[in-house]
């Protein structure tokens, strides 16, 4: 948005009072009244060619995009590490909550 100039004076002052006009009367235009109803021939009608087509939605996500749902909830809790145990996590996998989930899913098959 540009900035408006130090001398800028809107045309209009913000307490101006603008008086109501009505529009002159144009004749021909307002002479003009429709019919109350129109009458309607179904045998005149013409059958939709697109009805029964498949109708494709705009926007949103494609069927399956997205994140996966975990199999089982994941509980965050803090783990305190000796940087050796640390480097011991990092061998097995470098995400060391994943390195954690699969010693305890080994112990687990024991």
Known sequence: ??????????????????????????????????????????????????????????GGARKGAGRKPAPEPLIAKKVYLYPRHLKLFQKIDKNSSAAIRKLADAQNMK
């Open 1 to 58: 948005m540009k900035k408006r100039p130090s001398d800028y004076k809107p045309r209009i002052p913000r307490d101006a009072i603008i008086e109501f006009t009505e529009t002159p009367h144009i004749p021909g235009i307002d002479d003009y009244e429709l019919p109350a109803e129109v009458p309607l021939d179904p045998k005149k009608f013409r059958p939709n060619p697109f009805a029964g087509r498949v109708q494709f939605k705009r």
